[in-house]
Structure formats: structure tokens, C-alpha cells
């Protein structure tokens, strides 16, 4: 196929590169890295997402880097030290969570006293995490019978969750209640700062994602937004989660250069806004490489149509 085929190189990383409008940039970049051209297409589209990559951990602009160190951002990718590395940041991050969860939950539960005169459990505070459930009281000794009385508050009053449900298969997540439920409870083992319940019911889609993908996007956004309150922007701003991470990360960097934000906080606070008001495509629409994919979606389309 083209996209393995050798010596369509330098056409490839010229289409690649064409959304950076500098032609002397990529011919610099040919003759520091002449091994491009003998390349296939596949090669050098790794090659350059792995420049991309590069360019937004160091904070510099992509042209910018090419133009002085061409060759060490086109060089070939370590894709399995990258695997390793990825995998071991999310084995890393559910450790910390599981054991922050179990060390919390071995404390006694609270217990508080009601109208009764009596002496009950607040599920919202069993275990005695600091992640108490959100919601009002609702009469229940455990965390798990907590979250999940929470849960069904939220999914049974939503339209758009009762939508997704009736147009689902007979054999999806959205038709089993067990299924749902599990969801829930394995999220919140794995990163009890995420109020689950609020977040599946926001964004039903992440139901049929597996938890521990899910997981894995967390630590990612993470790594986007090393500061602040990760949890109050995922249940904010839910099509986070279901965004690809290396056009995420592009299209909030350039939102970040553009509006001059230099915390995290406040790059995270802005992002959220701009997800809550114009949707995931709109913070999307800030990546030209999603901007370049979505036009040419639309073109081949109205290639077909016509």
C-alpha cells in the first residue's frame, strides 16, 4: 500500500508538514534528516506525531523546533519504550489510588445522629474516605449502596440517558442494571476524587468504555493538566475523556499560547469553559491536524455523494 511503500517520503512529510506554511522549514528538514525520503508514509507520519509530542512536553512551537533541531524530533520513535512508559505511569497512578482508598476505608465509619434519636451509618462517609459521595442523605450504611442509590437518582432523571438506553442493543451495558452498577463502583474504587455517578450519567458514552481505559485517559489528562482539580473538570467537561489525547493535548496547548494562561488551573478552567459552551469540537477545532482531518472526512464524502 502507499502508506508502506519506500520513497513517498518526501511527499508525505511535505502534505504532513503543509499546515505549518513554511516550505523552507520542511526542505531544512530533508536535508538534516535525509533518511525521511527512502521512508514510507506510515514511518514518517510516527515520526512526525512523535515531533508533535515532543514539541507540546517542551512547550515550543512545532516550526520553531524543526527549523533548529530537526533531527532530534524526527527521529524514529521508541514506540515500545513509550508503551512502557505510558503503562507504567497508569499501573503508578492506580496503586496510589487503590491504596489511598484502602488505607482511608479501614478507618471506622462515621456515625452521626438523626431526627430518630438513633445511631446509623452515613453512607455518603463509610469508610471514612475523604472523597465523601456527593448528593443528600439517602439513608443508606455503605458506600457502594450509596453511590449507587446516587447514581440511579441522576440516570433515572436524565433524557438523555433514557435515550441512550432505548436505542441501545439488547445486549449492551445500557440494558443491564448490574452491568451499569459495576461501572459505577469500579470507578470510584479506582479513582474515588471522580464522583462517578455524576460523570457516567453526564456522559453515558464513557459507559462502554472499559474502566481501566478509562483509567488510562486520566492519567493522560494528568499529564495535560498537571495541576488542579481533575475530578470537578471531568465531571464538568465529560467529552474530555472521550477526545483522542495527543489532539487534545495540541488543541489545548494552542488555547494555553493563545489566551496567554500560564497556570494550570486557569488552563484547565478555560479548556472546561470552552468544552461546556461550544462542545468537544469546538476545543478540537484549535488542532489543525483535527481541523485538516475533518475537512478532508468532509471532502471524500462529498466525493461519494456526488
Request: net charge neutral; hydrophobic share 40%.
Amino acid at each position: 500500500s502507499f502508506a508502506d511503500a519506500p520513497m513517498h517520503g518526501e511527499l508525505a512529510l511535505r502534505k504532513l508538514l503543509s499546515p505549518l506554511r513554511d516550505a523552507a522549514v520542511i526542505d531544512a528538514c530533508l536535508a538534516r534528516v535525509p533518511a525521511i525520503r527512502d521512508s514510507s508514509a506510515r514511518e514518517v507520519a510516527s515520526r512526525v506525531v512523535g515531533a508533535r509530542v515532543k514539541a507540546s512536553d517542551e512547550g515550543v512551537a512545532l516550526v520553531c523546533a524543526l527549523r533548529e533541531r530537526a533531527e532530534e524530533f524526527l527521529a524514529p520513535r521508541d514506540r515500545d519504550g513509550e508503551r512502557a512508559r505510558e503503562s507504567a505511569a497508569m499501573r503508578t497512578a492506580s496503586t496510589s489510588l487503590r491504596s489511598a482508598a484502602d488505607a482511608l476505608g479501614a478507618k471506622l465509619a462515621e456515625e452521626r445522629t438523626f431526627g430518630t434519636g438513633t445511631y446509623q451509618r452515613d453512607g455518603r462517609v463509610e469508610g471514612g474516605s475523604k472523597y465523601v459521595v456527593q448528593g443528600t442523605l439517602k439513608g443508606t450504611s455503605t458506600r457502594s449502596g450509596d453511590l449507587i442509590v446516587r447514581f440511579w437518582n441522576l440516570w433515572g432523571g436524565s433524557n438523555v440517558c433514557r435515550k441512550v438506553m432505548t436505542s441501545s442493543a439488547k445486549d449492551s451495558i445500557y440494558r443491564s442494571p448490574e452491568r451499569l452498577e459495576a461501572a459505577v463502583l469500579k470507578l470510584d474504587e479506582l479513582a474515588p476524587f471522580i464522583d462517578s455517578p455524576l460523570l457516567l450519567h453526564r456522559e453515558p458514552l464513557l459507559l462502554a468504555i472499559e474502566t481501566e481505559e478509562l483509567i488510562r485517559r486520566l492519567v493522560r489528562l494528568r499529564r495535560i493538566f498537571p495541576r488542579g482539580d481533575l475530578g470537578h473538570a471531568c465531571t464538568g467537561a465529560p467529552a474530555l475523556l472521550l477526545a483522542e489525547p495527543e489532539s487534545l493535548e495540541r488543541a489545548v496547548n494552542k488555547v494555553k499560547r493563545e489566551r496567554n494562561l500560564s497556570s494550570s488551573s486557569a488552563v484547565m478552567k478555560c479548556v472546561t469553559e470552552i468544552v461546556q459552551g461550544d462542545g468537544i469540537d469546538g476545543l478540537l477545532a484549535h488542532d489543525d491536524a483535527y481541523v485538516d482531518k475533518v475537512e478532508n472526512d468532509a471532502s471524500a464524502k462529498a466525493v461519494v455523494v456526488v
